[in-house]
């Protein structure tokens, strides 16, 4: 199975700064990695599908970038909506995994 | 309103069975792949399965592969997850989810959950 690790686990920000995670895949997924935004009691969202697209209706603050194994997911100026779990996901196998998610705290 | 639905869950002992079920109203689920995924409390997203339009293909992870079953019944609009040997790591809120499979591979859509409890 692929492995999917984020980093880092944890980061805490405040309003307004930019934040960038990383996810790393244990082989080469080419372009099939997605993110996904989750709060508290609430289901995961789609943010970024195919490693760089824009989910509709997602804010243009978030992009996603990479290929292969190394992608990252930036939030470039950050609202107090966005503190929530972010996880990565492959979809290059027919088995999907997750990354362990990176919880966005405020400052 | 584009909408999943899920239901079943519940609190179970270790060894028992459990079916959930998942509503899809809004759009035509036959058109569409669709999944499972699971959290368990305080922890991460686990992805459990999937199944093609047609219910011709399915895929499992290792940890529930043998003990669940995916099905879905496109005339009722449903998708289903069938578990047995249920364990305490079972445990968990499980999603449904609709697949997005032209542009990439992902979760589109997505239920609020249901949450199934196995203890004894």
């Known amino acids: 199975d692929i492995q999917m690790t984020q980093s880092p686990s944890s980061l805490s920000a405040s309003v307004g700064d930019r934040v960038a995670i990383t996810c790393r895949a244990s082989?080469?997924?080419?372009?099939?990695l997605n993110w996904y935004q989750q709060k508290p009691g609430e289901a995961p969202k789609l943010l970024i599908y195919?490693?760089?697209s824009l989910q509709s209706g997602v804010p243009s603050r978030f992009s996603g970038s990479g290929s292969r194994t190394d992608f990252t997911l930036t939030i470039s100026s950050l609202q107090p909506e966005d503190f929530a779990t972010y996880y990565c996901?492959?979809?290059?196998?027919?088995?999907?995994?997750f990354g362990q998610g990176t919880k966005v705290e405020i400052k | 309103e584009v909408q999943l639905v899920e239901s079943g869950g519940g609190l179970v002992q270790p060894g028992d069975s459990l079916r959930l079920s998942c509503a899809a109203s809004?759009?035509?689920?036959?058109?569409?792949?669709m999944g499972w995924v699971r959290q368990a409390p305080g922890k991460g997203l686990e992805w459990v399965a999937n199944?093609?339009?047609?219910?011709?293909?399915?895929y499992y992870a290792d940890s529930v592969k043998g003990r669940f079953t995916i099905s879905r019944d496109n005339a009722k609009k449903s998708l289903y997850l069938q578990m047995s040997s249920l364990r305490a790591e079972d445990t968990a809120v499980y999603y449904c989810?609709?697949?997005?499979?032209?542009?990439?591979?992902?979760?589109?859509?997505w239920g609020r959950g249901t949450l199934v409890t196995v203890s004894s």
């Open positions: 989810a609709r697949v997005i499979a032209t542009t990439g591979w992902y979760f589109d859509l």
């Open positions: 809004g759009f035509t689920i036959s058109s569409y792949w």
């Open positions: 199944i093609k339009q047609d219910g011709s293909e399915k």
């Open positions: 082989q080469n997924i080419i372009s099939y």
């Open positions: 195919s490693a760089s």
């Open positions: 996901q492959q979809s290059y196998t027919s088995t999907w995994t």
